[in-house]
């Protein structure tokens, strides 16, 4: 048996990367640890803010949104939850209902929007990739216009070291060297924009999972229905985290000493305006979530 490196119980989990064996007590008080020095360091959550923290109901916005409750109560810094109900028929029911149980646990209070009740409907949508990326063209605007016309002065999702890293790839392969703020632990709103805020950047997907169950935090263990069934930048990372344990926690960390060394403005360097329909910022005449509540069919 493997037992607890702080307290010999039997160990749950054999963190390769820091040489630990932790049982599910000790894990639990590592990673809320993890998080909070992460915090800390990068700054993440200011004091006195409030923050809004975006909640799909899968592993890693759950335990997000369960790690920020517990540092709120040490943290001066106040929380609530937002669920947005995409209409995804089956799925997102099942989503709500977790959400629901999860902010009822760590009684947190829990604001749900509608995508239906702005007329758009992803099922109108044709293709599975239309309507993946119509989803987070709605979900980003959703989040930032809720959080600002509510008070709130930043937004947290919960977004993994592994989602930067896939991001990363993706953008420097394409050539898309105009992503920088948003690898960030914190992006600093302007104007319209609400700061985003990521606690988990350097925590990844399977220490998200591990926090889930050994305490007992409600997640949705499904994938949506219409995201694309393979990520294979994901599966990339993994392999090279299984052959060199800590790739990925060093690398976002890397990245950021990067990216803070080069100089930033809020909007990232690029030009807005105001969109014609809705006033949201956007770069273009009407915004893209104004674009696709034009071509999709009202909700009868
Ligand atoms: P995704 O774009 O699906 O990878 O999700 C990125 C982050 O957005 C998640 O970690 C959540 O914080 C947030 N999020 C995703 N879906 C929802 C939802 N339906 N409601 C609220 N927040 C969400
Ligand atoms: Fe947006 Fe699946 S969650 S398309
Ligand atoms: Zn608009």
């Known amino acids: 048996m493997i037992r607890c490196r702080f307290c010999g119980k039997r160990a749950v989990e054999v963190l390769k990367q820091y040489r630990l064996s932790l049982c599910r007590d000790c894990y639990v008080k590592f990673y809320e640890r993890q998080v909070e020095r992460a915090v800390k360091r990068y700054k993440i959550v200011k004091s006195g803010e409030k923050v809004l923290a975006c909640v799909s109901g899968g592993k890693d916005?759950?335990?997000?949104?369960?790690?920020?409750?517990?540092?709120?109560?040490?943290?001066?810094?106040?929380?609530?939850?937002?669920?947005?109900?995409?209409?995804?028929?089956?799925?997102?029911?099942?989503?709500?209902?977790?959400?629901?149980?999860?902010?009822?646990?760590?009684d947190v209070n829990l604001n749900v929007v509608r995508l239906s009740d702005y007329g758009i409907r992803l099922e109108n949508i044709n293709t599975k990739r239309k309507k993946c990326s119509a989803c987070g063209t709605a979900k980003r605007y959703l989040m930032n216009r809720f959080a600002r016309e509510n008070g709130f002065d930043c937004v947290a999702t919960g977004h993994t070291s592994d989602d930067i890293l896939a991001f990363f790839f993706k953008n420097w392969l394409s050539g898309n060297f105009s992503w920088s703020a948003k690898f960030l632990p914190r992006t600093e709103g302007f104007d319209k924009m609400v700061t985003k805020v990521r606690p988990l950047y350097l925590s990844s997907e399977k220490e998200n999972m591990l926090y889930c169950v050994c305490r007992s935090v409600p997640f949705l263990n499904e994938n949506c229905?219409?995201?694309?069934?393979?990520?294979?930048?994901?599966?990339?990372?993994?392999?090279?985290?299984?052959?060199?344990?800590?790739?990925?926690?060093?690398?976002?960390?890397?990245?950021?000493?990067?990216?803070?060394?080069?100089?930033?403005?809020?909007?990232?360097?690029?030009?807005?305006?105001?969109?014609?329909?809705?006033?949201?910022?956007?770069?273009?005449?009407?915004?893209?979530?104004?674009?696709?509540k034009q071509r999709n069919t009202p909700v009868k």
């Open 225 to 292: 229905p219409y995201a694309p069934s393979k990520d294979v930048w994901k599966d990339i990372i993994y392999d090279i985290e299984r052959k060199k344990p800590g790739f990925k926690r060093c690398f976002v960390m890397n990245l950021v000493k990067y990216l803070k060394s080069k100089t930033h403005t809020g909007s990232n360097g690029e030009s807005y305006r105001y969109c014609r329909l809705c006033g949201e910022i956007t770069t273009s005449d009407i915004c893209a979530f104004c674009r696709l």
């Open 61 to 106: 916005s759950s335990a997000m949104l369960a790690v920020m409750k517990s540092l709120s109560e040490t943290a001066d810094f106040k929380l609530e939850a937002m669920f947005i109900d995409l209409g995804i028929r089956d799925y997102s029911e099942m989503s709500l209902n977790v959400v629901e149980k999860l902010c009822e646990k760590l």
